[in-house]
């Protein structure tokens, strides 16, 4: 697997994994049951780069590859999918927009504290009528005067509760259909930004994912990201690099599962064998272990492709269908090989097959990746 | 003056699966000992301003160790690399290591970690400072500058020691001389950036392929098994109070409990 990688991304890997065995291993299975976020460990990742991965070192970033990127994201998701999932979305989402669409003095404005991680990022477009079809947004950014007037809903807001840089999709002009849809950049404290109450999910749940409402929220008019009416093409691109971080949040869950279901099938002792010598349980590692490689496999050819200037949405598509379906199963097979075991909070891979879950759902759904991928193939 | 530091680190093997172990970036790691006399020089960098080179032995694909050291805050690391070390014992290894750090003299300190983790001889430290007649304090976990020299202290055997050491000096760090740092990301970029990382030969040395590897080495592995350790299991039975009285006993039997 590693052949693939230079010595750069040899160093990210085991540094990041040293880390996250060190500071986010023990407290996984405690922030997911008490639903908090970590800020001491955040402030440390913060502080080692960790949110600003491919930023500019200039803008204060580590200014790293999308290799490395995806490489950071499969380890932290291994210790907390939360913890992944909100250096993914702070990463691609939130912080790529700004980088690929702000203007000289937005990037100087914005990414620095976002890369250092002194503010988190957010990217608000679902909507209770909108998320596969981001057509179908109702929040609304009208001009007045020198300001945006912001009103809207936006809900499942990943990081939603400590987001301080939110990056709000809206219609500046309502008539214009999916053309006029722009991307205005809100700060939490401005008034009329509320944060809801925080989300009780299922998994990653100690990402505090909740609803953003805007009610009359004025922000200045330099706050618009690109041109207005590029909405939908900012969240299109931010999304080609954001489900790569999903699909190495997956691999992360499922490496992760993977790990503890062989450790366990090792010691555990049924008809006076270990299990694992049981060839039933010898099939399940065999397609566990072949599923994490493949989906990994996915994840670094579409990181290798956008590294290299390359087209690479279909294969990041292609990437987070395959790595979230295969987070799924191969969390499923873990819990199996554990019985009994795997299906009690006593063990991790009960939480990380329900971690696993969302990822066929969020940024973009195993049904959307299917169209999007058979678009491209058939066209 | 600001201190010339030169801290040795090993890239040891953590995996070696079916019992062979071939040395790359993904079998190996920095030696987790030395990560406190990484520490200690780094800090003795940023609070006194001290230059920090990193040295290592071993095969090209080992560099990383310095590469991680150089992402972490050194100035500069030297590989001393070359076929004819294959096979070398813990003298050979201080012999090439001896002739790369008089290559770099003058220095003023020479750091070491106690041990490594898969060698676990504990020798390379101690023999370096010998053939190089330099002092050597070991298992230090302070250091004070005092005047042209330094103060360490140590712990051994329940008591604290305190030392006067003239420069220059080799010691070899305690453990627990202080938490090492995570690595930035940043680090690790610039550390491949821009390439810090030169590799010396033998020639470079002015050392010839009889004084090291297996030529070189009197001491040599001539096979290794895993030791036969055999746990036994035993169930005590009867309400908690019994069975803690069990355990008593046990260990007051074995004379574990007095």
């Given at each position: 697997?590693?052949?693939?990688?230079?010595?750069?991304?040899?160093?990210?890997?085991?540094?990041?994994?040293?880390?996250?065995?060190?500071?986010i291993?023990?407290?996984?299975?405690?922030?997911?049951?008490?639903?908090?976020?970590?800020?001491?460990?955040?402030?440390?990742?913060?502080?080692?780069?960790?949110?600003?991965?491919?930023?500019?070192?200039?803008?204060?970033?580590?200014?790293?590859?999308?290799?490395?990127?995806?490489?950071?994201?499969?380890?932290?998701?291994?210790?907390?999918?939360?913890?992944?999932?909100?250096?993914?979305?702070?990463?691609?989402?939130?912080?790529?927009?700004?980088?690929?669409?702000?203007?000289?003095?937005?990037?100087?404005?914005?990414?620095?504290?976002l890369?250092?991680?002194?503010?988190?990022?957010?990217?608000?477009?679902?909507?209770?009528?909108?998320?596969?079809?981001?057509?179908?947004?109702?929040?609304?950014?009208?001009?007045?005067?020198?300001?945006?007037?912001?009103?809207?809903?936006?809900?499942?807001?990943?990081?939603?509760?400590?987001?301080?840089?939110c990056?709000?999709?809206?219609?500046?002009d309502?008539?214009?259909?999916?053309?006029?849809?722009?991307?205005?950049?809100?700060?939490?404290?401005?008034?009329?930004?509320?944060?809801?109450?925080?989300?009780?999910?299922?998994?990653?749940?100690?990402?505090?994912?909740?609803?953003?409402?805007?009610?009359?929220?004025?922000?200045?008019?330099?706050?618009?990201?690109?041109?207005?009416?590029?909405?939908?093409?900012?969240?299109?691109?931010?999304?080609?690099?954001?489900?790569?971080?999903?699909?190495?949040?997956?691999?992360?869950?499922?490496?992760?599962?993977?790990?503890?279901?062989?450790?366990?099938?090792?010691?555990?002792?049924?008809?006076?064998?270990?299990?694992?010598?049981?060839?039933?349980?010898?099939?399940?590692?065999?397609d566990?272990?072949?599923?994490?490689?493949?989906?990994?496999?996915?994840?670094?050819?579409?990181?290798?492709?956008?590294?290299?200037?390359?087209?690479?949405?279909?294969?990041?598509?292609?990437?987070?269908?395959?790595?979230?379906?295969?987070?799924?199963?191969?969390?499923?097979?873990?819990?199996?090989?554990?019985?009994?075991?795997?299906?009690?909070?006593?063990?991790?891979?009960?939480?990380?097959?329900?971690?696993?879950?969302?990822?066929?759902?969020?940024?973009?759904?195993s049904?959307?990746?299917?169209?999007?991928?058979?678009?491209?193939?058939?066209? | 003056?600001?201190?010339?530091?030169?801290?040795?680190?090993?890239?040891?093997?953590?995996?070696?699966?079916?019992?062979?172990?071939?040395?790359?970036?993904?079998?190996?790691?920095?030696?987790?000992?030395?990560?406190p006399?990484?520490?200690?020089?780094?800090?003795?960098?940023?609070?006194?301003?001290?230059?920090?080179?990193?040295?290592?032995?071993?095969?090209?694909?080992?560099?990383?160790?310095?590469?991680?050291?150089?992402?972490?805050?050194?100035?500069?690391?030297?590989?001393?690399?070359?076929?004819?070390?294959?096979?070398?014992?813990?003298?050979?290894?201080?012999?090439?290591?001896?002739?790369a750090?008089?290559k770099?003299?003058p220095?003023?300190?020479?750091?070491?970690?106690?041990?490594?983790?898969?060698?676990?001889?504990?020798?390379?430290?101690?023999?370096?400072?010998v053939?190089?007649d330099?002092?050597?304090?070991?298992?230090?976990?302070?250091?004070?500058?005092?005047?042209?020299?330094?103060?360490?202290?140590?712990?051994?055997?329940?008591?604290?020691?305190?030392?006067?050491?003239?420069?220059?000096?080799?010691?070899?760090?305690?453990?627990?001389?202080?938490?090492?740092?995570?690595?930035?990301?940043?680090?690790?970029?610039?550390?491949?950036?821009?390439?810090?990382?030169?590799?010396?030969?033998?020639?470079?040395?002015?050392?010839?392929?009889?004084?090291?590897?297996e030529?070189?080495?009197?001491?040599?592995?001539?096979?290794?098994?895993?030791?036969?350790?055999?746990?036994?299991c035993?169930?005590?039975?009867?309400?908690?109070?019994?069975?803690?009285?069990?355990?008593?006993?046990?260990?007051?039997?074995?004379?574990?409990?007095?």
């Amino acid at each position: 697997m590693d052949i693939f990688l230079s010595e750069k991304n040899r160093v990210v890997r085991q540094s990041v994994r040293r880390f996250c065995e060190k500071e986010i291993k023990p407290i996984a299975a405690e922030i997911d049951r008490e639903c908090s976020f970590p800020w001491e460990v955040v402030e440390k990742m913060g502080r080692l780069g960790y949110f600003g991965i491919q930023a500019p070192r200039e803008l204060g970033g580590a200014g790293l590859d999308s290799v490395s990127y995806v490489i950071v994201i499969e380890e932290i998701s291994k210790g907390c999918a939360g913890l992944g999932l909100c250096v993914s979305v702070h990463n691609s989402v939130a912080l790529y927009p700004i980088l690929a669409f702000g203007t000289r003095e937005q990037k100087q404005k914005w990414v620095p504290p976002l890369a250092r991680g002194q503010k988190i990022g957010a990217f608000c477009l679902t909507e209770p009528n909108a998320g596969s079809d981001a057509s179908g947004i109702e929040a609304t950014a009208i001009r007045k005067g020198d300001h945006y007037v912001l009103n809207g809903n936006k809900v499942f807001v990943t990081n939603g509760g400590v987001a301080d840089t939110c990056l709000i999709f809206a219609r500046t002009d309502p008539g214009a259909g999916s053309k006029g849809i722009s991307v205005v950049i809100a700060e939490r404290g401005t008034p009329g930004f509320v944060v809801g109450d925080l989300e009780d999910l299922c998994g990653v749940r100690a990402n505090p994912v909740s609803s953003i409402r805007l009610y009359d929220c004025r922000v200045p008019l330099e706050n618009l990201l690109g041109k207005e009416g590029m909405g939908l093409r900012i969240g299109l691109t931010a999304l080609d690099t954001g489900r790569l971080g999903i699909a190495a949040q997956g691999v992360g869950i499922a490496q992760a599962a993977f790990e503890e279901a062989t450790k366990y099938a090792k010691q555990r002792k049924q008809f006076g064998v270990p299990i694992s010598r049981h060839q039933a349980m010898g099939m399940m590692i065999a397609d566990m272990a072949t599923q994490v490689d493949a989906a990994r496999l996915l994840v670094l050819r579409a990181a290798v492709l956008r590294d290299q200037g390359k087209p690479f949405s279909r294969q990041s598509a292609m990437a987070k269908l395959y790595a979230s379906e295969t987070s799924t199963s191969v969390t499923d097979m873990a819990v199996q090989i554990h019985g009994g075991y795997g299906y009690s909070k006593a063990y991790p891979v009960e939480r990380y097959y329900r971690d696993a879950r969302v990822t066929r759902i969020y940024e973009g759904t195993s049904e959307i990746h299917r169209m999007v991928i058979a678009r491209s193939v058939l066209e | 003056m600001s201190l010339k530091i030169i801290v040795c680190v090993k890239a040891v093997v953590v995996g070696a699966p079916g019992g062979r172990v071939i040395r790359s970036s993904n079998s190996c790691e920095l030696n987790p000992f030395d990560r406190p006399p990484l520490e200690a020089a780094l800090r003795m960098k940023e609070e006194k301003g001290a230059s920090l080179t990193v040295l290592s032995m071993g095969p090209p694909s080992c560099a990383f160790v310095l590469h991680e050291a150089i992402a972490m805050g050194a100035a500069r690391g030297i590989l001393v690399s070359d076929p004819a070390l294959a096979g070398s014992d813990t003298l050979a290894t201080s012999a090439a290591l001896g002739a790369a750090l008089q290559k770099l003299a003058p220095f003023d300190l020479v750091l070491f970690g106690t041990r490594s983790a898969d060698g676990d001889t504990g020798h390379v430290g101690p023999q370096t400072a010998v053939l190089l007649d330099l002092p050597l304090v070991g298992s230090v976990d302070l250091i004070e500058k005092k005047g042209a020299g330094l103060v360490v202290e140590r712990t051994l055997d329940g008591f604290r020691e305190s030392f006067e050491v003239r420069l220059p000096a080799a010691l070899t760090i305690h453990p627990g001389f202080s938490e090492p740092r995570d690595v930035p990301l940043a680090g690790i970029q610039g550390a491949f950036e821009r390439e810090q990382v030169e590799t010396w030969s033998l020639s470079d040395l002015g050392l010839s392929a009889e004084q090291v590897g297996e030529k070189g080495s009197p001491t040599r592995v001539t096979a290794i098994s895993k030791a036969d350790r055999r746990r036994k299991c035993e169930f005590l039975s009867g309400s908690e109070e019994e069975q803690a009285e069990q355990v008593a006993q046990r260990l007051t039997e074995w004379g574990l409990l007095e």
